[in-house]
């Protein structure tokens, strides 16, 4: 997204961005890997690497950098922060599979 150029600061705007950038990477890595059959539970399963049937921020950071392949340059660690927040719907600390979800169904298109 901005590979090369000086990091964008952040507004609400960037905000929507950053969540569309990566919410396109999920949805191509969920139909490019037949293992997932297109399913976000099983997308899910995926990123939770505890089994504990939540997600924690540095089970989605390791997922979303190692991957999902997103690099630094494309999208923050700021900015991933922001993303966990509109993830993390009740502010728990942890992601449950009705958040992530409710977050697919409304942000993936």
Known sequence: MNEGKPPTPFTPSRGLKVVDFVCKK????????????????????????DSSGQLDFGEMEYVLRKEVKIRKTEVSDEELHVLWGTL??????????????????RYAR
């Open 88 to 105: 993390d719907a009740d502010g728990s600390g942890q992601v449950s599979i009705k958040e992530f979800a409710g977050f697919m169904r």
């Open 26 to 49: 999920m949805q191509r890595q969920m139909k490019h890997d037949v293992s997932l059959g297109g399913s976000w539970f099983k997308l899910f399963q995926r990123y939770d690497r």
